[in-house]
């Protein structure tokens, strides 16, 4: 590599004060990706619970709703999907992890009660309301698990680039400084050695 | 902000019961990608719903802006498993860590 330098002491100051400056970088950014890959895992166990759960309320609703088609007919339950009134919302709010901001994810009406569902006491169906329930279920996991999901993937993206970085210093940045500091001590040492020789020349003349 | 469900009408019917009304019902793989791309730029949607069948007929491309997407978060659910968060983990970091 060409190094395009100064060999002056000052120069050396300055490169010895940034390698320092750089090696505390590079080890704030190590702790942070070690905390980052620590909440991941934490938040992975319990995505990979919430997924198998989410698959398993699935299961149980398509069961449910399989069933009150079967037993009400397909009439009956298109009908009262058409009849309802309370709709599911959700609301994203932002969330800090170790300066990486996630969603924080709230649902509000997940759940309905008979009587939001339109179809009064009577002309209901037990059913299609346990499907329903079935489903509204469903709805809260799928809340949660979205939450999740968009958190670990923004870390996940955080922890890629905190890698990129570390690796940079360690690999790219630093060496290379250490290369131009070593560089720069050669080349004043040299030419300390040089001074020494040409003053002795001029003391023997 | 809103949930959307796309999937075939029988998958949607149950999602429609427990209140949620945006639905898609996306006829062919065309439609589908249309729809999923149109649902990835509006704001007003917070989670789409997705039958995990549907995102193999999906291209690569696609799978991975919807891997990537935050707002909304994209599910896959279903019988066959929603294996995109997996993947990126495998990318990002190099090992399976879903285990």
Known sequence: MALDIKPTRSELINLKRRIKQTQNGYNLLKLKRDGLFHEFRMLLSEMIEAREGLVQTYREAVQGISLAGAIEGGLAVKSAAIAISNHPEVEVKPRNIMGVVVPSVEGSNLTSTIMDRGMGLIGGSAYIDEAADGYSKLIERIVKAAEMEATLKRLLVEIEATKRRVNALEFKVIPEMKEAQSFIQLRLEEMEREETFRLKRFKNK | ?99
Do not use: C
């Open chain 2, 1 to 99: 902000m809103e949930i959307a469900v796309v999937g075939t009408p029988e998958f949607t019917l149950g999602f429609q019961l427990a209140g949620v009304t945006h639905l898609y019902h996306p006829e062919g793989d065309e439609a589908l990608a249309d729809t999923m791309r149109n649902l990835l730029t509006q704001k007003d949607i917070g989670i789409v719903v997705l039958d995990s069948a549907n995102l193999t007929l999906l291209s690569d491309r696609l799978r991975s802006r919807i891997a990537d997407s935050i707002t909304p978060t994209v599910l896959g659910i279903g019988t066959e498993e929603d294996n995109t968060l997996r993947e990126s983990i495998k990318s990002a970091l190099g090992v399976d860590l879903w285990k």
